[in-house]
């Protein structure tokens, strides 16, 4: 994602934060110096309760993150932004428990999360519990007399923070996030884990338009909550969970459909060959000529490189027009088949970053497969589903 910086890696995953977050930061600091009584501690407050929720956030992601990777899945990223954390997911499980066990990972976290925020709660509210009850539990106690030491260092390395009011604040947004996310609407992780439990008797597809209507209609009833109490934050998540969810519903269609076509009934067969030796203004002339951008190159018989349309521009401006073809052509490169699935054709080209892939066919190169040509098979599949 553009606009993002960097923080570091976990496990192969890199953790970004995109440069709008820092406008909730900024806003932190507003509302703690412009709130009744604030100043200068209410906005600090402001800004640490507001990194440490996001920190809860990444770990939310992280937990459906590492579940995805640890079922056989990618994951490329996980980036912070105003509205929360985003992971970008290369791929995922197919099999219903599989995607149980992802969805409810993220929730799981915020309860672990809850678990130890309420150990760290307990000391610092300990003067307001009754002493008969602490010992039923005395093994504990030196657990407590540790935390207690640790917390009066910190409160000491800054202070004037309010720390228990900030344990009680992150304790309670976990507490929220998780029952919140475990509501069974998409986009949120509780209409994943309703598919997954439908899934688990009927097919794929059935089992999401159930859950999509579900998630609707519980929006529909949010929003109209949200109204009557003249909540508008209500009724912009209504909006957002009710506009989302059908968005699932065409991204699991397509993602239905492709896997039911196959690369032989998409392809371009008839997408010109180059030689290593001709040059880039040959290229040109046949560019212009058939609208191809897209080329296999081929010595004799054998494949030996592809040119994509990025390749051209790129040479053209470092070498001009009688650069050969094998000095700027891709050496390396990912073929498909003609029996691969376009959801897998779609997938390679997305990950390769290339426009278009080769199809091949024992040693015989087919022709190639673009995203182009992927959505036009899709678009005729549905069409006929449309009229």
């Known amino acids: 994602m553009s606009w993002s910086i960097k923080l570091g890696t976990i496990r192969g995953i890199e953790i970004r934060v995109h440069l709008t977050f820092f406008l909730i930061i900024l806003w932190a600091v507003v509302e703690g110096f412009t709130q009744p009584g604030g100043g200068w501690h209410s906005a600090v407050f402001g800004v640490v309760s507001m990194c440490l929720l996001f920190l809860c956030v990444v770990l939310h992601e992280l937990g459906h993150s590492l579940v995805t990777i640890r079922l056989g899945g990618r994951v490329r990223h996980i980036t912070l932004l105003p509205i929360g954390g985003v992971a970008q ?37 300990r003067a307001e519990i009754p002493t008969s009850l602490l010992t039923v539990v005395p093994a504990y106690r030196a657990w407590y007399i540790l935390l207690v030491f640790v917390l009066r260092l910190l409160l000491r390395l800054l202070d004037g923070m309010d720390w228990r009011a900030l344990v009680l604040y992150l304790l309670g947004a976990n507490a929220t996030l998780g029952l919140f996310n475990l509501i069974p609407a998409f986009p949120l992780d509780g209409g994943r884990v309703l598919r997954g439990l439908l899934a688990l008797r009927l097919d794929y597809l059935r089992a999401t338009r159930i859950a999509i209507h579900v998630g609707q209609v519980l929006a529909i009833i949010l929003g109209l909550g949200g109204l009557l109490a003249a909540n508008w934050m209500l009724v912009l998540i209504a909006v957002f969970i009710f506009f989302n969810a059908a968005q699932e519903g065409r991204a699991v269609q397509a993602k239905v459909i492709l896997s039911s ?49 990025d390749d051209v521009l790129a040479a053209l401006h470092r070498y001009g027009v009688e650069v050969k073809v094998g000095r700027v052509m891709r050496r390396r490169f990912p073929i498909v088949h003609p029996t691969d699935t376009l959801l897998h054709a779609q997938r390679l080209i997305m990950q390769s970053g290339l426009r278009a892939l080769p199809v091949v066919e024992g040693n015989v190169v087919l022709g190639l497969i673009s995203l182009q040509d992927i959505n036009t098979a899709y678009l005729l599949s549905i069409s006929p589903r449309s009229s």
């Open 89 to 125: 997911v290369e791929s995922l499980p197919h099999e219903p428990a599989q995607e149980l066990l992802i969805a409810l990972s993220g929730p799981a976290v915020n309860f672990i999360l809850v678990a130890v925020l309420t150990l760290i709660a307990l000391p610092m509210i």
């Open 261 to 309: 076509l196959r690369v032989g009934q998409a392809f371009n067969s008839r997408a010109p060959i180059l030689s290593p030796l001709h040059s880039l203004a040959h290229v040109l002339d046949v560019a212009s000529r058939l609208r191809q951008v897209n080329f296999p190159v081929m010595q004799g018989p054998r494949l030996v490189g592809l040119l994509t349309q």
